[in-house]
């Protein structure tokens, strides 16, 4: 039992006796309070850190949840001060694909599909207020994966091209190299394992043949978001995967006959699939076998975005105007010819 607070001498030195002994007497109900007081100012600390208070190990403390929702205007801009969020958009079109990734006013291109899709993503990028790019991967010299870069080295300064393909003798991989000459952009034989940052997303090279031409594979790195954008991987091209670059919660499926095998599920080991229309029916089975959910656009373009720990999948309108499932796909497969 505590002492009586007459029995505490009054000398200076004995006040943090005082205060504790006070604060033992308060009645439980003030108590109370000041504990649900405590967990409140914890929790507008972690909102202020950007932390937010969800993302605390375990389930959050009721009050903790309620002073989330009280506050919960103030996080988006908690979240944006970790930096913006990274949209990447795969546009389909008859005989090719882009994709698109903006992180804030930073983008970078992957392929740029025929030259209507350059177009149309000039375009987009352009309504977005980004009139440079900061890079543009060619994963493959094919004319319907190199020609679309063309239109976008035409209208905008790009930083670089990475080469996945050096070497290609393809005529659309040379008029890239060609175009990018004449506008000045230096352009980068990549080496797997090489990159960009974008953001605080990264974007690696998950792998590029060291000649020949065979196309190459992409991977982004987002916190913990992992996707491997491999569209134009070859039929065998798997072995040559290392897992700790090419693991993936999210595969987009490679287009040519064979490239998708029970190996490169086994490597990339995703649990979404990006499908085109073109290679929907051959590579369900194979995914249902795996356990792996398929995802198609249908007409409209495949759109991802993260925050680094999340990932919202959508379908958007065709950018370019032209959806993969409205025409079949007659040109070449990627990578198996110009």
Same mark, same amino acid.
């Given at each position: 039992?505590? &002492?009586?607070?007459?029995?505490?001498?009054?000398?200076?030195?004995?006040?943090?006796?005082?205060?504790?002994?006070?604060?033992?007497?308060?009645? &439980?109900?003030?108590?109370?309070?000041?504990?649900?007081? %405590?967990?409140?100012? !914890?929790?507008?600390?972690?909102?202020?850190?950007?932390?937010?208070?969800?993302?605390?190990?375990?389930? =959050?403390?009721?009050? *903790?949840?309620?002073?989330?929702?009280?506050?919960?205007?103030?996080?988006?801009?908690?979240?944006?001060?970790?930096?913006? %969020? !990274?949209?990447?958009?795969?546009?389909?079109?008859?005989?090719?694909?882009?994709?698109?990734?903006?992180?804030?006013?930073?983008?970078? *291109?992957?392929?740029?599909?025929?030259? @209507?899709?350059?177009?149309? $993503?000039?375009?987009?990028?352009?309504?977005?207020?980004?009139?440079?790019?900061? %890079?543009?991967?060619?994963?493959?010299?094919?004319?319907?994966?190199?020609?679309?870069?063309? =239109?976008?080295? /035409?209208?905008?300064?790009?930083?670089?091209?990475?080469?996945?393909?050096?070497?290609?003798?393809?005529?659309?991989?040379?008029?890239?190299?060609?175009?990018?000459?004449?506008?000045?952009?230096?352009?980068?034989?990549?080496?797997?394992?090489?990159?960009?940052?974008?953001? @605080?997303?990264?974007?690696?090279?998950?792998?590029?043949?060291?000649?020949?031409?065979?196309?190459?594979?992409? &991977?982004?790195?987002?916190?913990?978001?992992? $996707?491997?954008?491999?569209?134009?991987?070859?039929?065998?091209?798997?072995?040559?995967?290392?897992?700790?670059?090419?693991?993936?919660?999210? *595969?987009? !499926?490679?287009?040519?006959?064979?490239?998708?095998?029970?190996?490169? *599920?086994?490597?990339?080991?995703?649990?979404?699939?990006?499908?085109?229309?073109?290679?929907?029916?051959?590579?369900?089975?194979?995914?249902?076998?795996?356990?792996?959910?398929?995802?198609?656009?249908?007409?409209? /373009?495949?759109?991802?975005?993260?925050?680094?720990?999340?990932?919202?999948?959508?379908?958007?309108?065709?950018?370019?105007?032209?959806?993969?499932? /409205?025409?079949?796909?007659?040109?070449?497969?990627?990578?198996?010819?110009?």
């Amino acid at each position: 039992m505590c &002492r009586p607070a007459a029995a505490y001498p009054s000398a200076g030195g004995w006040w943090p006796v005082r205060a504790l002994y006070w604060s033992v007497r308060l009645p &439980r109900r003030d108590l109370q309070r000041l504990h649900l007081a %405590a967990e409140v100012l !914890v929790a507008l600390a972690l909102v202020g850190a950007g932390l937010g208070v969800s993302r605390l190990s375990g389930a =959050p403390l009721p009050v *903790l949840a309620a002073a989330e929702r009280a506050v919960g205007r103030w996080l988006p801009a908690a979240a944006a001060a970790s930096g913006p %969020a !990274v949209q990447a958009r795969v546009v389909a079109a008859a005989a090719g694909r882009a994709v698109l990734i903006v992180a804030g006013q930073q983008a970078a *291109l992957i392929d740029g599909g025929p030259p @209507a899709v350059g177009e149309a $993503i000039v375009d987009q990028l352009r309504a977005q207020g980004i009139t440079r790019l900061q %890079a543009a991967i060619l994963t493959a010299g094919s004319a319907g994966e190199a020609l679309g870069l063309l =239109p976008v080295l /035409d209208a905008m300064p790009v930083g670089r091209i990475l080469d996945l393909v050096p070497g290609s003798a393809c005529p659309g991989h040379q008029a890239v190299l060609a175009d990018a000459a004449a506008h000045g952009t230096p352009v980068q034989a990549a080496a797997r394992g090489g990159g960009l940052s974008l953001g @605080a997303a990264r974007l690696e090279v998950a792998f590029a043949a060291a000649g020949g031409g065979e196309p190459g594979a992409v &991977r982004l790195v987002d916190g913990s978001t992992r $996707i491997l954008f491999a569209a134009n991987l070859a039929a065998g091209e798997a072995a040559g995967l290392a897992s700790s670059a090419a693991q993936a919660q999210v *595969l987009e !499926v490679p287009l040519a006959p064979g490239a998708l095998d029970a190996a490169l *599920l086994h490597t990339v080991a995703p649990r979404v699939a990006l499908l085109s229309a073109s290679g929907a029916s051959s590579a369900r089975q194979e995914l249902a076998a795996a356990g792996v959910v398929g995802l198609t656009a249908g007409s409209g /373009d495949l759109s991802l975005q993260t925050d680094g720990q999340g990932l919202v999948l959508g379908v958007q309108p065709a950018l370019a105007g032209q959806g993969a499932a /409205d025409s079949t796909n007659s040109g070449p497969p990627p990578g198996g010819g110009c």
